[in-house]
């Protein structure tokens, strides 16, 4: 098993920027691949990013991709999600999710093991 803590959200203006932090506790960290979805609501799960159990491979949704960066400190068992650039568009509850070690990427969110609480993320206009 493991448990994840979503923290970093918040409300924050069109073109401010957010960082989302993502503890995870429970079985070693390193064994995980990790991504971070969002949605919005009305709207279904949405695949945002991900990141190998080494940080060395990453994958972008394009529409992200040049504004928001993943990465991982394992030393630490923690995720992050830096968000620059944000717009209202971005508004949603962002979530971590944990997949045992697999090949890159996987961007449905069925395909993964452990999911956080989420954490809301509001960008005002």
């Known amino acids: 098993q493991v448990q994840l803590v979503e923290s970093g959200g918040g409300l924050v203006q069109a073109g401010g920027s957010l960082r989302l932090s993502c503890a995870a506790s429970?079985?070693?960290?390193?064994?995980?691949?990790m991504a971070w979805f969002r949605q919005a609501a009305g709207k279904e799960r949405e695949f945002l990013a991900t990141?190998?159990?080494?940080?060395?491979?990453?994958y972008y949704k394009d529409t992200v991709k040049g504004r928001f960066t993943i990465a991982r400190d394992n030393a630490k068992s923690t995720v992050y999600l830096q968000m620059n650039s944000l717009s209202p568009e971005d508004t949603a509850v962002y979530y971590c999710?944990?997949?045992?070690?697999?090949?890159?990427?996987?961007?449905?969110?069925?395909?993964?093991?452990?999911w956080g609480q989420g954490t809301q993320v509001t960008v005002s206009s």
């Open positions: 990141i190998s159990w080494s940080g060395g491979s990453t």
């Open positions: 999710a944990a997949i045992e070690v697999a090949s890159l990427p996987r961007t449905r969110a069925d395909e993964y093991d452990y």
């Open positions: 429970g079985r070693t960290f390193s064994d995980y691949c």
